[in-house]
């Protein structure tokens, strides 16, 4: 793509001159449920109630209750899309970033004069400061314990060791300057952080920039052993652009913010401070997550007391819903990118592709496409699957199928599948795993094996063919042509 992408509004020109990647409207919109609901239809896809498809990204030009805002929705609902903005294939995404976690490049800070996103400033002293009427932050549902930022880049660093990280968390719009924050428990590098200068007595600063490059958010949801804890995921973006992410430092506290952010809020986690994450829509609701269901309200939250809200000037609230394509492609190409890095070092040459599935949102399913070559190379793909699992936690089911199969197509995933797995032989099990607290599924109340609230029975679906009887499972092959002789406006 010609033109070079550096934040959120080059992404959108970019997306401007491609036919059928951003629509746009100026009829009211109300961010309450409605706007989630309206996109539900248009493009969020993934694991949202059907009726849902994949289609463009959309800008509301007119949100009730906020005159003169825009909240653009799905930017990365569609694989296509984020190959684009990325300048790449859809089929190399997960090569691209695996490529860019081994040459980073460190984010830089620049001074005040390049600090776009200081450009208004509300501090929370200002009379009738409310977050609330400053950040356009919508409900995905009307069940929802309130408004969220759900695309964040949440950026701290350690108290003791300075060390930086930046992570996407469910931000709850609590009262005008307070929002709570959840952590996956024991997963996230900014929990350990928080924990340490709770445990200190002291607050953690904490900026959180909304509206920036989407190489930064794809960047910022790479996860453990891949980026251990030190690793600043900006220095992959940073990669992925070939020059530095540009940081700026905050104004209220002693933390960097994304310089060329639409929004940013900075703030203080509390240390000992909880709040009841549906304290104001008492639905024991939080807001609907990547595996299609709305996950239960948290009764103790950490809590960010705001101090200073900055902005652009016509900021652009950017958001998404959980459990759409959007979420798939932000968790899943960083989790394809660990798997391909972690099974290549182990059996290079074997591994052709992966794919973190739309079902499991992006985390809990990966079909993995593995080429047998000689005889030896039998049993292999099960160890590369084993090999899956060790490089992503929070992985479920892994498929494995053959380099004939499309593992983008889940009609073909399913053929091979259909025609080249005997269940008897080819699942393989491994139960009391630890995988993901948002999977219901994986609850004591589900199984009688299960012995606590998040662990589950991790499995292997083997649809490959036996080295031995490859000979008689070739697919019909059918006249190479190009079907533009006869419709010239094909696409494939």
Known sequence: MAKEIIDLRTALEALEEIPGQLVSTDVEVDPSAELAGVYRHVGAGGTV?????????????????????????????????VATLLNTKPEKLGFLLRDSVKNTIDPVVVGADKAKCQEVVYRAEDEGFDIRKLIPAPTNTPEDAGPYVTLGMCYAHDVETGESDVTIHRLCLQSKDEISMFFTPGARHLGAMREKAEAMGKPLPISIS????????????????????????????????????????????????????????????????????????NTGKAMPEFPGYTGPAVQELP????????????PIMQTCIGPSEEHVNMAGI????????MVERAMPGRLQNVYAASPGGGKFLAVMQFKKSVPSDEGRQRQA?????????????????????????????????TTRMQADVDVITIPGVRCHPLDPSNDPSCSWTIRDHGIACKTIYDATVPFKEKHRFHRAKFMEVDPKHWLPDFEA
């Open 49 to 81: 109630a059907r009726p849902t498809k994949t289609g463009p990204a959309m800008m509301f030009n007119n949100v009730k209750g906020h005159p003169g805002a825009k909240v653009v929705i799905g930017m990365l609902a569609d694989r296509k899309r």
């Open 210 to 281: 909304i509206g920036v490059d989407p190489a930064i958010e794809i960047a910022a949801c790479f996860e453990p052993p891949t980026t251990p804890f030190g690793f600043n995921e900006l220095s992959i973006a940073g990669a992925i652009r070939g020059k530095a992410v540009e940081l700026a430092p905050c104004l209220t506290i002693d933390e960097n913010c994304i310089a060329n952010a639409e929004y940013v809020i900075e703030g203080e986690l509390l240390p000992n401070v909880r709040v009841r994450e549906d304290q104001n829509s």
């Open 303 to 314: 809590v960010i007391k705001v101090k200073c809200v900055t902005t652009r000037k016509n």
């Open 334 to 341: 960083p989790t394809e990118a660990s798997i391909i890095d």
């Open 385 to 417: 699957a084993l090999l899956a699992f060790s490089a992503f936690s929070e992985l479920k089911q892994v498929i494995l199928v053959d380099e004939d199969v499309d593992i983008f197509d889940m009609n073909d995933v399913m053929w091979a599948m």
